[in-house]
């Protein structure tokens, strides 16, 4: 897998997806998709995931990861993060895990392994102005976000977001903090939190809490989330905020989005699947007890069969059989997932998610959508793509937020504990910002115009929480003017304010617009192709909000259809391949494991499956350049490129976010009335150091030159 597979299988797609956008315009009219450059984003990445699935975890985790150059306008630069903090960490998760978490995941030192010679990184990314103007001012700066990456806990990197992650740095005027985390399947949950978590303490010796907001996109989303929730109950102090773009907060897959037809997006509709190897898929119950069975009798490899494949699932007679071949500690099995399909129950036996086991899918630290509360947090924006395939829970999540007692778990799985932090925890303001049609991460495609109302929106939605946090003035780029993609491209142009108005009777504004003021701690937007705000639909007319508490966090139909046909076909496919990886498996098992006394890592957890003499992996390998990722990165960058030359040749046009933000002016007595309101909302424990600091924003348009110092001023 590299650039030159890659283009070979994405090419007929570029192709093809260029001569039925000429052919077939009407159809797409009112899309996302009538913009070329969006239409080509989206059926390029579908077209990679496809092929990436003809090839091993391990080669599209290369692949992702490899280096890629930075444009000559930015500054990055990598820390290792302390092991104090590592270890700070470490306890903290293990807190939050208690005895039983503990033991379900397998064991508390298991997943703190990593690979000798390689400690945690991060880095920092920041506009070379911005880090001039930061060093004559001698300050760490006012504006930090930690980005947490996406790839469904299994592949992307730093590297791969690294356009994206500099546009929310050029729009913001902050400087980006983007820990390196261990990626699933061979460093399952909880190491990537771990490493996260570990990212923030160590940011915490740097900065001031108020000073930092939180991003994430899609698994990343879902980390942050999860991060959040641990920063909150283990009593740490909270970012000023948190920006959720398009995140995956349910492994299960229960909400009826995931059931859906979804053209307009390019997850694939069965789940991940991947050619086999050794970290992927994991041996199940009956190809544990195949091995165990070999060990035991000294199988010749030369004659090792992997045996009939007995199908992902089973019936109920069948159970007890499997639950009694218990593996070692280094092979554990996953429990078995139970669902009923054409009235008969089945039992799927193999890994469903690579995150985690299948047991754990359910524990709310993996599915945060599962946890008994989501209040007492940071403010939250969350950006959902309307045409993707998880935008249900998405939605259910913004709501869950804002209304904890109204979106609680069934009675079943509310114990006193869950009561208890229910009625301790007060909601947390959210933005909810639907985007119509638009796929999952929209700002991937960086370069389309949607993509840039969303940048937008990302960047003034911090200026706000920043601005909030820190009872001051907070300056964010406003390149409306200057931006290569406001201009007239392709005979299409984003329309002015007095044609939105007109044409739109219901807009109520411009996506990066000001915040209005939050209505029972929400504020409900739609937003269509042109940035234009529209009220969302109540909840009582979405699907997510209407849903059965009792099916949240349940196997559905539907999705579980799709994911064992994709399998099956798969298994099919590469038997030969699947027949090999037994045989090395059995081999490792001969030779025998490095041992975590008393503990049981997951089957894919590369800790479980090392050589029992194991001990140093010597050098560190130098990443080699990506030129696949470099083409992507540079298209992706382009826009920001052109807009950075642009303005060299004109005054900087900014606009300043007060600690006001967002309503207008107000009466003191109204002033206060909210002030009192932030106050009872937001006094948690990691939360005082904020609370009552979110006063009704309001915005002051002023126009800044190049000359002009741009350091925030006090209110």
């Known amino acids: 897998m590299n650039t030159a597979t890659v283009s070979m299988a994405v090419t007929p797609t570029v192709i093809s997806t260029f001569m039925s956008h000429y052919l077939n315009r009407r159809p797409l ?8 450059s969006y239409d080509e984003g989206l059926h390029l990445i579908r077209s990679f995931l496809t092929f990436a699935a003809q090839h091993t975890v391990e080669e599209l985790q290369t692949f992702t990861s490899q280096w890629v150059p930075h444009p000559q306008w930015v500054k990055v630069d990598t820390v290792e993060i302390p ?26 030192t298991w997943w703190q392994w990593r690979k000798p010679k390689i400690p945690l990184e991060a880095e920092w990314v920041e506009m070379r102005a911005d880090r001039h103007e930061r060093k004559e001012s001698g300050e760490p700066g006012k504006r930090v976000m930690l980005y947490v990456h996406g790839g469904a806990y299994f592949f992307g990197s730093v590297d791969e977001h690294r356009y994206q992650l500099q546009r929310h740095s050029r729009k913001l005027k902050a400087r980006l903090f983007a820990p390196k985390y261990r990626l699933a399947p061979q460093f399952p949950f909880p190491c990537g939190l771990q490493d996260c978590l570990a990212a923030y303490l160590y940011l915490l010796t740097v900065q001031d809490p108020t000073t930092v907001i ?9 980390m942050v989330l999860s991060l959040l929730v641990v920063i909150r109950d283990r009593g740490l102090p909270l970012p000023a905020g948190a920006i959720l773009i398009s995140p995956w907060v349910d492994l299960t897959h229960s909400f009826p989005s995931v059931a859906s037809e979804c053209p307009l997006d390019y997850i694939p509709s069965h789940g991940f699947h991947h050619k086999p190897s050794t970290s992927w898929p994991p041996p199940n119950s009956d190809e544990h007890a195949m091995l165990v069975e070999q060990v035991k009798m000294h199988a010749d490899l030369s004659q090792a069969k992997l045996g009939k494949q007995a199908s992902v699932e089973m019936q109920q007679d069948d159970r007890d059989a499997a639950e009694g071949s218990t593996p070692p500690a280094q092979d554990v099995a996953p429990d078995l997932l139970s669902i009923n399909l054409d009235g008969k129950e089945i039992y799927l036996k193999d890994q469903i998610q690579m995150y985690t086991t299948n047991d754990m899918l359910f524990h709310p ?33 913004a709501h869950k937020c804002a209304n904890p007692t109204e979106y609680t778990l ?76 406001s201009s007239e491209i392709g005979g299409s142009r984003t329309p002015t304010r007095e044609e939105m108005k007109s044409s739109t009777p219901e807009a109520v504004g411009k996506a990066g617009d000001e915040l209005p003021v939050f209505k029972s701690h929400m504020i409900r937007q739609r937003v269509d192709r042109h940035g234009i705000l529209t009220p969302l639909d109540p909840p009582t007319d979405l699907p997510a909000c209407t849903m059965d508490p009792a099916k ?48 049981k890592p997951p089957p894919s957890a590369l800790a479980g499956r090392l050589h029992k003499d194991y001990e140093t992996d010597p050098t560190k390998k130098k990443k080699k350049k990506g030129l ?4 992507w990165s540079l298209w992706g960058s382009k826009h920001d490129e052109m807009t950075v030359s642009r303005k060299q040749d004109t005054d900087e046009p900014q606009r300043r976010v007060t600690t006001q933000g967002g ?24 939360d005082v150091a904020v609370a009552g600091a979110a006063l009704d924003d309001t915005f002051e348009e002023e126009p800044v030159t190049s000359s002009t110092p741009r350091t925030s001023r006090q209110s």
Not at 214 to 222: C, I, K, L, N, V
Not at 381 to 395: A, K, P, S, T, Y
Not at 445 to 458: N, V
Request: net charge negative.
């Open 552 to 599: 949240v966090g349940t196997l559905q139909e539907g999705p579980v259809r799709k994911w064992l046909e994709a399998r099956r076909h798969l298994d099919h496919r590469f038997a030969a391949t699947r027949a090999k990886i037994h045989k090395a498996r059995l081999k490792e098992m001969i030779a025998g494991y490095k041992d975590f006394p008393g503990e």
């Open 83 to 108: 092991v104090e903090k590592v270890d700070e960490a470490a306890t903290a998760i293990q807190d939050q895990l208690g005895p039983v978490g503990i033991r379900r995941v397998g064991g508390k």
């Open 214 to 222: 939180f991003a994430g996109d899609s698994a990343g989303g879902g």
């Open 663 to 686: 309503a207008g002016a107000r009466s003191v007595g109204d002033l206060q009335r909210q002030e009192q309101h932030v106050r009872d909302d937001h006094q948690t424990t990691a």
């Open 365 to 397: 630290l993996v599915s945060p959508i599962m946890q008994p509360t989501l209040g007492g947090l940071p403010p939250l924006l969350i950006m959902v793509g309307g045409g993707e395939f998880l935008r249900d829970e998405q939605i259910y999540l």
């Open 29 to 36: 009219k009112q899309r996302p998709t009538a913009h070329l």
């Open 410 to 485: 069934d009675d079943a799985r509310m114990d006193d504990l869950a009561k208890e932090q229910l009625a301790r925890f007060k909601p947390t303001d959210v933005q909810l910002q639907v985007w119509d049609d638009l796929c999952h991460v929209a700002p991937t495609l960086s370069f389309t115009r949607p993509a840039k109302f969303m940048y937008r929106s990302i960047a003034q939605f911090g200026a706000w929480a920043l601005a909030r946090a820190q009872h001051t003035e907070i300056e964010i780029l406003d390149d409306d003017d200057i931006s290569v993609i």
């Open 628 to 631: 696949g990722l470099a083409l």
